[in-house]
């Protein structure tokens, strides 16, 4: 377990910037219906956890 989490800590730090860049990022033609799909799941699993 310790080296996972050792891994997972490591993978955030290298992917910081880039994962930041990525989020600020407008969507690419043709995937707004994607992306807004995929928030509607992320928001209706929230709901579902709470």
């Given at each position: 377990?310790?080296?996972?989490?050792?891994?997972?800590?490591?993978?955030?730090?290298?992917?910081?910037?880039?994962?930041?860049?990525?989020?600020?990022?407008?969507?690419?033609?043709?995937?707004?219906a994607?992306?807004?799909?995929?928030?509607?799941?992320?928001?209706?699993?929230?709901?579902?956890?709470?």
């Amino acid at each position: 377990m310790r080296i996972a989490e050792e891994i997972r800590a490591y993978s955030e730090e290298q992917n910081r910037d880039r994962l930041a860049k990525i989020a600020t990022s407008p969507p690419r033609p043709g995937y707004e219906a994607v992306r807004v799909k995929l928030i509607e799941r992320k928001t209706k699993g929230q709901v579902r956890k709470k």
